[in-house]
């Protein structure tokens, strides 16, 4: 039998059938520390009813076999990805929800285009669960059978994953909305990488408000880097001299934007606005400050973490706000 909502039984579920706190449940689940006879019974009873299947990962913490650890895992097209600061905001957020578990956090790197990069975790017994970054349809689909109900995804999901991430589509109509009221009226794009579904998300909304303003379309391909970004920014310039602002995906592209526009001698916002997405903490303290939206990368991950570390059942997808945060740059 399984709970009302038609999910898999959680520790909670049976805490709360059999009338104890969660604290005993666990106890007399994992078989340690001190219980009553009515409430083992009770415990019992529950599971019974509700047909609870303990994690196994879970289990393995409770009897202390050692290195029990939380993976997350990457998908890049080298193993640069693992410098990104971006992932180090994810293990830094993990860490601090594992950590109190007695659960350790590891860092891999799942090359882009190995369907079989997740089999290495496939047979470890020391992995408590996986949190996914920059995840494909083609990685979800990837996912060994043995760690389906331990994997959520910081991007897109699917049946078995849960997905948690931002609502980048809503914090980049913020943004172009923002340069539009301005003024500002021939806004050219710096993309992310076109083999990142999370990313496309910004672009399709960017498409949509030039047709409806009635505006060029103008976009350029980017990977997240400020080198590409200043880079993009003279291109911009020379396919369209006229251009009066530009929207990258990430403000380290667009900190490269406003890099390549000064190299080509033009006056960030005077000549062309600049904005971008994430709100890192150096958006604030560039000259000039950066127009951006912002991005809880922390309460991201802190999240993806913690329905690992307690089982719990996660909506398919969970989008957490981004909001305009203006500057200077535009």
Same mark, same amino acid.
């Given at each position: 039998m399984t709970t009302a909502a038609h999910r898999p039984a959680t520790l909670e579920d049976v805490a709360r059938v059999a009338g104890v706190s969660r604290s005993t449940a666990s106890r007399v689940i994992a078989g340690t520390g001190f219980a009553s006879p009515a409430a083992r019974k009770q415990v019992t009873a529950a599971v019974d009813q509700l047909g609870y299947v303990p994690n196994p990962a879970a289990r393995a913490l409770v009897h202390g076999r050692g290195g029990?650890?939380?993976?997350?895992?990457?998908? /890049?097209?080298? %193993?640069?990805?693992?410098?990104?600061p971006y992932v180090n905001q994810v293990v830094g957020a993990a860490a601090r929800v594992c950590t109190p578990a007695g659960v350790g956090v590891a860092l891999c790197w799942l090359p882009?285009?190995?369907p079989r990069s997740l089999d290495q975790l496939e047979g470890d017994r020391s992995v408590y669960g996986v949190i996914l970054v920059n995840t494909t349809e083609e990685l979800l689909a990837a996912v060994p059978r043995s760690l389906r109900g331990r994997v959520v995804s910081i991007g897109i999901g699917s049946a078995t994953v849960p997905s948690f991430d931002v609502d980048n589509?809503? /914090?980049?109509? %913020?943004v172009l909305r923002h340069l539009y009221a301005s003024g500002r009226r021939r806004i050219a794009m710096v993309t992310g990488p076109r083999w990142l579904p999370c990313a496309q998300r910004p672009v399709q909304t960017y498409r949509r408000l030039m047709a409806e303003a009635g505006l060029p379309e103008r976009t350029l391909p980017g990977d997240f880097r400020a080198p590409r970004g200043r880079t993009a920014a003279g291109e911009a310039l020379r396919r369209w001299p006229d251009?009066?602002?530009?929207?990258?995906?990430?403000?380290?592209?667009?900190?490269g934007v406003i890099a390549g526009l000064r190299d080509a001698g033009a006056q960030v916002p005077d000549d062309v606005a600049v904005a971008g997405f994430d709100d890192i903490p150096l958006a604030g303290m560039t000259a000039p400050a950066l127009t951006t939206a912002s991005h809880p990368v922390g309460r991201i991950a802190g999240a993806a973490a913690t329905a690992l570390l307690e089982g719990r059942p996660a909506a398919p997808v969970t989008l957490f706000p981004s909001a305009l945060v203006a500057r200077a740059s535009a």
């Amino acid at each position: 039998m399984t709970t009302a909502a038609h999910r898999p039984a959680t520790l909670e579920d049976v805490a709360r059938v059999a009338g104890v706190s969660r604290s005993t449940a666990s106890r007399v689940i994992a078989g340690t520390g001190f219980a009553s006879p009515a409430a083992r019974k009770q415990v019992t009873a529950a599971v019974d009813q509700l047909g609870y299947v303990p994690n196994p990962a879970a289990r393995a913490l409770v009897h202390g076999r050692g290195g029990v650890r939380l993976v997350v895992a990457v998908l /890049g097209t080298s %193993a640069a990805v693992l410098d990104d600061p971006y992932v180090n905001q994810v293990v830094g957020a993990a860490a601090r929800v594992c950590t109190p578990a007695g659960v350790g956090v590891a860092l891999c790197w799942l090359p882009f285009g190995d369907p079989r990069s997740l089999d290495q975790l496939e047979g470890d017994r020391s992995v408590y669960g996986v949190i996914l970054v920059n995840t494909t349809e083609e990685l979800l689909a990837a996912v060994p059978r043995s760690l389906r109900g331990r994997v959520v995804s910081i991007g897109i999901g699917s049946a078995t994953v849960p997905s948690f991430d931002v609502d980048n589509a809503a /914090g980049s109509e %913020a943004v172009l909305r923002h340069l539009y009221a301005s003024g500002r009226r021939r806004i050219a794009m710096v993309t992310g990488p076109r083999w990142l579904p999370c990313a496309q998300r910004p672009v399709q909304t960017y498409r949509r408000l030039m047709a409806e303003a009635g505006l060029p379309e103008r976009t350029l391909p980017g990977d997240f880097r400020a080198p590409r970004g200043r880079t993009a920014a003279g291109e911009a310039l020379r396919r369209w001299p006229d251009i009066d602002a530009i929207y990258a995906i990430s403000d380290d592209t667009a900190l490269g934007v406003i890099a390549g526009l000064r190299d080509a001698g033009a006056q960030v916002p005077d000549d062309v606005a600049v904005a971008g997405f994430d709100d890192i903490p150096l958006a604030g303290m560039t000259a000039p400050a950066l127009t951006t939206a912002s991005h809880p990368v922390g309460r991201i991950a802190g999240a993806a973490a913690t329905a690992l570390l307690e089982g719990r059942p996660a909506a398919p997808v969970t989008l957490f706000p981004s909001a305009l945060v203006a500057r200077a740059s535009a």
